[in-house]
């Protein structure tokens, strides 16, 4: 009789405490709910958000056929919101190691393509040899480094050979990079920029000539 009354006992103190830890894990319960609404309705917040920026930028995009040696060559042209930008000349050394990275891709064409290559090199060339990199499982001599400065380089000094450009560099709030810009319009291409953004999509043909 005793033990009964003990064992009784000790359920009947135990009742409070397992109340409370059910309130306790309740509340747990909703706070967890709360955060994942809360997040899914950030997700399609920013979702829609992106959507209308894409929207905005596709709206402001436009093709722009070109002559060049090498053929007809499609720009595409991105109007943006101004941006206070602080645009300067290079200087002689910056030149300089612009044209002895460009000098490097006729040796980075030949490498890749297993093709003897002089200096005359074509865009579609160049492209083929990025190609070949980029789709490459195989460790090669050039890092990420040296592609991106090799064919930016390449790149940018052929548009500025036959597209009437020049290079600058451009700080504005988001940092600086090297750049190249029309001598007669107020267009700016950035073929550092280029390169680094089709390395990370893994594609290439945008240097190609249409």
Known sequence: MISIIAVHQTARSSRPVTAALEHTMRALICIIL??????????????????????????????KIVQTPDGQMEMT????????QNIVELSAEELKSIK????RASHFITILTDSKQKDDYTLKQLDRAFEIWINSEIESEFNKSDVIKIVGSAFGEYRMKNLNMRWVKVSDEYGTDFAIR????????FPYSSVLKSIKAKEHTFMIPV
């Open 34 to 63: 709360i955060l994942i609404c809360s997040c899914e309705i950030n997700t399609v917040y920013n979702h829609r958000g992106m959507k209308k920026t894409e929207e905005k930028l596709h709206l402001q995009k436009e093709k």
């Open 77 to 84: 042209v991105t109007k943006v919101d101004p941006i206070p």
């Open 100 to 103: 002895s990275d460009a000098n």
């Open 182 to 189: 029309s001598q007669v319009k107020d267009i700016m291409g």
